[in-house]
């Protein structure tokens, strides 16, 4: 099944599509201008720029792509995009859950290649064979071509990914203070309540006056930013499920439904309903 949404701006569009064996979803759009918001996402992303200049930010850094470049981005990075020239970009993207990512990994020998197991050595790429198996598994999902298409460009996407894929030991994927692991860990558990930063600050152990440039040093966001984007997930999740945008709110922290809706448009570009809408089939 799949899903269009056109912004106010008459050239931007979107176009989407969500496998219901895999959860894999695929997006076809264009965007002049401001494209999003800074958001993650719990997928891993794998895209290719097709028309014009694709601008966006990720790991702290300036990214800048072109047609026919390949892009990268592990699941929980932070990113945005932007369209630095008049004609806009037009890109395809994957975006692939990570316990689909790991069955398949770990079946080819490369390993738990999801989550916080894995990294890119570069968020851009000229690699001409993996740009080749992202186009390729692309046109079979999005295009809903038959089942052995689809797990076959699959399963070559992942395994020509195999040489971009950096595995972390284990001693670093916890290497931020154990305070500020408590505070992050916080926020999660308290994700539907309105915290306040003393609050935060005590649960945590840090100085107030600390916390938010010592989180933002640790994860690369400030308390706030990061309750956001655990909650925009999160609300994504939940929508991707069949649950009902006002009570997703409720139940992410959003003050209402018509908040989320503001904060998801601007992460996602397409409304909580119409994400729902895409995923399920249901409508209200």
Not at 46 to 52: A, F, K, N, Y
Not at 97 to 105: D, E, R, Y
Not at 162 to 176: G, I, M
């Amino acid at each position: 099944m799949s899903v269009e949404s056109h912004d106010t701006r008459d050239n931007d569009w979107l176009h989407m599509r969500r496998d219901a064996e895999t959860g894999i979803e695929s997006v076809h759009a264009h965007f002049e201008g401001h494209a999003y918001d800074p958001h993650d996402h719990d997928e891993m992303l794998l895209g290719v720029t097709q028309q014009g200049v694709q601008q966006f930010s990720c790991h702290r850094s300036l990214h800048v792509s072109t047609p026919g470049r390949a892009i990268l981005i592990e699941p929980g990075a932070v990113h945005d995009g932007h369209a630095p020239e008049a004609e806009g970009f037009t890109y395809a993207m994957l975006y692939l859950p990570q316990p689909f990512v790991s069955s398949i990994t770990e079946r080819l020998g490369i390993g738990d290649a999801s989550s916080l197991q894995a990294a890119f050595h570069s968020t851009l790429t000229d690699d001409a064979q993996l740009i080749a198996a992202i186009q390729q598994a692309f046109l079979a999902l999005h295009n809903n071509e038959g089942r052995l298409a689809r797990d076959q460009g699959v399963d070559h996407l992942l395994g020509t990914l195999a040489r971009h894929v950096c595995l972390k030991p284990s001693s670093l994927r916890r290497d931020s203070p154990q305070e500020l692991q408590r505070a992050r860990d916080f926020l999660h558990a308290q994700m539907a309540f309105d915290v306040s930063l003393e609050e935060l600050s005590t649960y945590s152990g840090v100085d107030r006056f600390r916390l938010t440039r010592q989180f933002k040093k640790a994860f690369g966001q400030s308390p706030h930013a990061y309750l956001v984007r655990l909650r925009l997930r999160t609300a994504r999740a939940l929508l991707a499920r069949g649950m009902k945008p006002a009570e997703v709110a409720a139940q992410t922290g959003f003050s209402d439904q018509s908040h989320l809706g503001v904060w998801f448009r601007r992460a996602f570009r397409m409304t909580p309903a119409a994400y729902r809408r895409q995923c399920t089939n249901l409508t209200d």
